[in-house]
Every structure is written in C-alpha cells, then in structure tokens.
T-cell receptor
Framework: DAKTTQPPSMDCAEGRAANLPCNHS???????VYWYRQIHSQGPQYIIH???NNETNEMASLIITEDRKSSTLILPHATLRDTAVYYC????????????FGSGTQLTVLP | GAVVSQHPSRVICKSGTSVKIECRSL??????MFWYRQFPKQSLMLMAT?????????EQGVEKDKFLINHASLTLSTLTVTSAHPEDSSFYIC???????????FGSGTRLTVV
C-alpha cells in the first residue's frame, strides 16, 4: 500500500472551509484514496473516497491532483463537531482489503 | 446506511481474567471483519482480519492465543482478551465490510481497562 504524508495538526475557524492535504506520491493505479475521521474516543467514520475524479458528497469534497500524487479534503463550512483526526488512506480495489491508518491530521475547529 | 454495533463500550476487569468484546453488523452481512487496537495518542493498529467461518489472520506481533477471534456468522464477530494484563488496556475497535462493497464501517469502540 502507498505511504501517505499529512500535516500533524491544523486549525480552522468555525464556518470557514477546512482544507486538509495528503501526499500519496507512491499510490498505484488501482488504489483509491479514502478519507476517514476519528472524533475523540469514537470509531472512525467514513467521509469520502475517489480514484481519479474529484468527488463531492454531503460531508465533504475530495480534490485529487491529475497525477494522483496528492489530494485535498475540503470541509466547506467547518463546525466545532468537525474537530477530529482525519486520515487519508490509499486502498486498492478488491475484496478483503485492510485499512492501514497513518498518523493523520488533528483538525481543531476554533470558535 | 451500514451500522456496526460494538459492546461493551467500556469494561474494567481484574488482571488475569478474560474479557469478550462483541461486534455486530446490524443491517448487512459482514463477510470480513477487522479488529484494531489504539493506545493513547497513537493511531489505530490492525490486530487481525477474520472471514466468516474461517480462522482469523493475525498481524505480526499479535498473540493469537491471547486475542481469540471468532467470526461464526455473517453478522457477529467476537474478540476475547484472555488472561488480561494492565498492558492490554487499550481502545479496541472493530470494522466490517460487506461482500462486493467498498468502504468500511466501524464500531464505536471498547475502552478496556485492566486493573
């Protein structure tokens, strides 16, 4: 699986967009980019995933560069409840794949 | 949406006793379940992968005789921590995937404290 690099921490003002970067320069062609987040003392929560194209759902947008070596998760209007550790995880297609968590980015949304 | 229920949420046990943690997929059949462990201020570390009806596959360094995993049905997996010691105190989290699906659903986690 590809290795990832994420900043250890970021702050964001409530109501503003939070842009969380992830570098995955060794990602292979069949690996999707998954984003999960973990609020303190809870299980991780799925946010979004993509392969090549940008994706958007009710929680966030995912921007993947054309060379697929990096991506950015965008929370358009961050709230205090978005304070969590965000994980970017490359994952190949197929069954019984396992999610390998790196150290992630601690996002703190400030009032 | 897919829901995974994990119980108990917190458990305190005495050193030397065993503790069972249950993980249930409530609205889908989980062909594969994963068990993770998370120590304070650290990331999740995969302990084992279990497929329904098969023996679990353990990650390197995880003692299979200490962490017993049973995945007897498509909706239930259990992790039993045998002869627990204080160093086993941790946050244990299960995750489930469905056949042909993508994405994983996580339980809410179990905080184990061994005294």
């Amino acid at each position: 699986d590809a290795k990832t690099t994420q900043p250890p921490s970021m702050d964001c003002a409530e109501g503003r967009a939070a842009n969380l970067p992830c570098n995955h320069s060794t990602i292979s062609g069949n690996e999707y980019v998954y984003w999960y987040r973990q609020i303190h003392s809870q299980g991780p929560q799925y946010i979004i995933h993509g392969l090549k194209n940008n994706e958007t759902n009710e929680m966030a947008s995912l921007i993947i560069t054309e060379d697929r070596k990096s991506s950015t998760l965008i929370l358009p209007h961050a709230t205090l409840r978005d304070t969590a550790v965000y994980y970017c995880i490359p994952l190949s297609s197929g069954s019984a794949r396992q999610l390998t968590f790196g150290s992630g980015t601690q996002l703190t949304v400030l009032p | 949406g897919a829901v995974v229920s994990q119980h108990p949420s917190r458990v305190i046990c005495k050193s030397g006793t065993s503790v069972k943690i249950e993980c249930r997929s409530l609205d889908f059949q989980a062909t594969t379940m994963f068990w993770y462990r998370q120590f304070p201020k650290q990331s999740l570390m995969l302990m084992a992968t279990s497929n329904e009806g098969s023996k679990a596959t353990y990650e390197q360094g995880v003692e299979k005789d200490k962490f017993l995993i049973n995945h007897a049905s498509l909706t239930l997996s259990t992790l039993t921590v045998t002869s627990a010691h204080p160093e086993d105190s941790s946050f244990y989290i299960c995750s489930a995937s469905r056949q042909g699906g993508y994405g994983y659903t996580f339980g809410s986690g179990t905080r184990l404290t061994v005294v």
